[in-house]
């Protein structure tokens, strides 16, 4: 018999000539792919219309989104520019990185005689009484004048027996609201101008009268008129500014640098720095503003800086206790994330692991009762962990227990279900083994059972208490206690994102130190199992 090696083309093409039908492709092999691809493009597509992504994408404002990502590693110092009564002031929040009494390097004044304006409301004159009900008509009247009675008032002037004069008061409200305010103004001497250095090539010269931005090697002159409350520019407007309406505020930004909002009576500039302001301490600290190396020298030989408290101390309470990052109570918080996701799946262990055995057919062979157990775990594992959190927050109130309850509730469906399973899965040897010499049911299930399902279990355990670690994050944020509130609290306003990338570091880090903690465990218990 002629072996496949010693086939020559010919052979081979004569043996596919005979057979062509053998050797021919199925049509599914032949257009498989194709037809997959056609299949892929058209449901991107259909996907692509049904949630308009092309219309997300066109709408989306990325500049927020850049703004948002930017906050995560670097923040701002937000000085407001106010020019509305002819003379530039320099305004600061209440609360700035920069302390209470910044005057930072990159804000520059120049003084000059400014003309102040001063707008002075005219005010209401109040009529003559007409009569009232607590006062009498006779009151103010001469002596010699004869008293009129209300009811000979109410044919003469119309009296209002609960508000008399109010006519009266009303009509010289009016007046007072057209006549035109009265405005003065003043000369003197006062900061004409203001200068803002953002970085080199960024630099806006702001006056009563004309904002003036250089950017990118670019110039816009902007006119502001806080009377007629516009904004007019000289020019038309590069790409890094948006005016959305016409005399309306013009927008700037100026990417990492910072960006700034030219209004008629003021102008807000926010100054982007890099890294993370007062991480260490808060401007109320004793530390605030000094360098390492003053710090250490403070630690070690300084002079006492609180009376009746030593260096030290004072060092770890401004940290533990800063008012901008609250390193304590989010310290606090992270460790009840932690416990709540032991606790819980503790709990969750303990209960599970006995109802499994009756849950499992073999072990116990009751149907109904095997049935009740299983859907009992099916209820349990079928509302979602934040659902069961939400529950219970509106239960027990805000707090660890809801967080507890909810991974508690969750776990013990899913390992109940997880463990029953497994316990059908075994092999019915060793059962039969430990049950021919005499062993009463407990060293059955002791030494036939437990040694095939338990390193399974330990399994299963170790990966849902590090999971229960990032879901008491996610629950914690509904209520349920933790950091994943503290987390919420922070993104809410929407400001402190370096806030909330702090805390997520937090998480990740407890997140990796877990999960080689679980594998660790997992390897070496499972090991000495085997």
């Not at 927020?64 to 929040?93: C, Q």
């Not at 002037?157 to 405005?183: D, I, T």
């Not at 806006?204 to 009377?227: D, K, S, Y």
């Not at 399902?453 to 355990?461: E, G």
Request: with cysteine; net charge neutral.
């Amino acid at each position: 018999m002629m072996q496949l090696s010693e086939l020559t083309t010919a052979d081979i093409a004569a043996i596919r000539a005979r057979n062509a039908d053998a050797f021919r492709p199925s049509l599914w092999k032949r257009f498989a792919v194709p037809i997959g691809v056609t299949i892929a493009c058209v449901y991107i597509a259909y996907c692509s219309w049904f949630f308009s992504i092309s219309k997300v994408v066109e709408k989306a404002n990325w500049q927020i989104a850049s703004e948002y990502l930017y906050d995560w590693f670097s923040y701002e110092v937000r000085p407001d520019i106010d020019y509305r009564d002819g003379e530039t002031r320099i305004d600061f929040p209440r609360f700035s990185p920069l302390g209470e009494n910044p005057d930072p390097d990159w804000i520059e004044t120049r003084e000059g005689t400014v003309t102040v304006v001063t707008q002075n409301k005219p005010k209401a004159q109040q009529p003559a009484s007409q009569g009232s009900f607590m006062a009498s008509p006779a009151a103010g009247k001469k002596a010699t004048e004869p008293e009129t009675s209300i009811l000979d008032k109410v044919g003469e002037q119309g009296f209002s027996f609960m508000a008399p004069g109010a006519q009266g008061s009303g009509q010289a409200k009016a007046q007072a609201a057209h006549e035109e305010p009265q405005v003065s103004t003043v000369t003197r001497l006062g900061i004409a101008e203001t200068t803002v250095r953002l970085d080199r090539g960024t630099v806006l010269h702001i006056t009563p009268q004309m904002v003036t931005v250089t950017h990118a090697g670019e110039t816009v002159e902007l006119m502001v008129n806080a009377q007629e409350n516009t904004v007019k520019s000289r020019s038309a407007l590069p790409s890094w500014a948006l005016q959305k309406r016409e005399d309306a505020k013009v927008f700037l930004d100026f990417g990492f640098s910072g960006r700034a909002e030219v209004r008629a009576r003021e102008t807000k500039i926010a100054r982007r720095y890099l890294g993370w302001e007062n991480f260490f301490f808060d401007t109320r600290s004793p530390y605030w503003g000094m360098s390492w190396g003053a710090v250490g020298e403070h630690l070690l030989v300084g002079p006492q800086l609180v009376d009746g408290q030593s260096n030290w101390s004072v060092f770890w309470d401004s940290i533990v206790n800063n008012a901008e990052w609250q390193h304590g109570d989010v310290w606090i918080k992270l460790l009840q994330t932690i416990v709540m996701a032991f606790v819980g799946t503790l709990f969750a262990l303990l209960i599970a692991f006995p109802l499994s055995f009756l849950a499992a057919r073999n072990i116990t062979p009751n149907v109904v009762l095997n049935q009740v157990l299983k859907r009992f775990f099916d209820f349990l594992r079928s509302v979602d962990m934040l659902i069961w959190a939400l529950f219970f927050t509106r239960a027990f109130g805000p707090g660890p227990l809801a967080g507890i309850s909810a991974i508690f509730f969750t776990d013990t469906g899913t390992f109940g279900k997880l463990y029953a399973e497994a316990l059908e899965n075994i092999d019915e040897k060793q059962r039969e083994g430990i049950r021919s010499v005499g062993a009463s049911t407990m060293q059955i299930q002791r030494f036939g059972v437990i040694p095939q399902v338990l390193p399974i279990f330990i399994s299963q355990a170790l990966y849902f208490w590090e999971s229960n670690t990032r879901s008491a994050t996610i629950i914690g944020a509904v209520g349920a206690g933790g950091i994943g509130l503290k987390l919420w609290e922070a993104m809410r306003t929407n400001q402190d994102w370096e806030n909330v990338a702090y805390m997520v570091i937090l998480i990740l880090i407890v997140v990796f130190i877990f999960d080689n903690v679980s594998n660790a465990l997992r390897s070496r218990l499972i090991g000495k199992q085997g």
